[in-house]
């Protein structure tokens, strides 16, 4: 009986952990398709040997993909704990833990300069401020790519619509996703 009780009491931290800590942040946990995934880092031309940053890691799918289809290595930022645990776990079972690895924290306070790429799956209430964090600290031709949100003021490099994923290459552009789809005709 006592046994049932902790293992419940268990897990329903766990879940509050798992859901409530990434909401508490602004960001609830949603996870990307690796398919979307895949076509985000073949648009930022990820390379081998090169770093990628994933701002809010999840469960790791991102870096671990990098990893594996890319020879990238990673580095996500994340503040669930238990998101942590299991991207390191993902990241083991998947035999690339010596690619990927996982700093508790918030992105926002993260220190970005090392990073060829950084991939961001948030929302566009982060963009203004993520903005002025990547204009410092990346250096210039670093690439960053968005899903389902963009940077206002920033031209686009690249576009998918069917996906919307958005690619950015440090300095930006000035301009909007209009003036870059101008551009396109
Ligand atoms: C929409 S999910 C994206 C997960 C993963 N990047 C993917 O594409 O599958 C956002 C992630 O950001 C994390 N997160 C939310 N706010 C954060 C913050 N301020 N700093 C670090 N991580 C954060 C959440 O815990 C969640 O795992």
């Known amino acids: 009986m006592y046994f049932l009780i902790a293992f419940t009491v268990t897990i329903v931290l766990l879940l509050g952990l798992w859901i409530f800590v ?22 930022a031309d990820l390379k081998q040997d090169e770093i990628i940053y994933d701002l809010g890691a999840g469960d790791g799918r991102v870096l671990i ?7 990238a290595r990673g580095v996500g ?41 950084v991939f961001a799956y948030l929302t566009s209430d982060h963009a203004p ?9 990346l250096r210039d031709g670093a690439r960053v790519v968005t899903i389902s949100f963009d940077f206002p003021g920033w031209q686009p490099e690249a576009f998918n619509r069917n996906d919307l994923i958005f690619l950015y290459r440090m300095p930006p552009v000035e301009g ?7 551009t396109q005709e």
């Open 22 to 43: 990434p909401i508490l942040y602004g960001v609830p946990w949603r996870p990307t398709a690796k398919r979307r995934i895949r076509k985000a880092l073949q648009l």
């Open 65 to 71: 993909l990098a990893a594996r289809e890319f020879g």
């Open 77 to 117: 930022i994340e503040i669930g704990p238990v998101q942590i645990v299991l991207t390191r776990l993902m990241a083991l079972l998947n035999g690339v833990s010596s690619q990927v690895r996982v700093r508790r924290g918030d992105f926002r306070q993260a220190d970005l300069r090392e990073a060829d790429v």
């Open 129 to 137: 401020r993520l903005q002025k964090q990547l204009e410092t600290q």
């Open 176 to 182: 909007d996703l209009t003036s870059f789809l101008d």
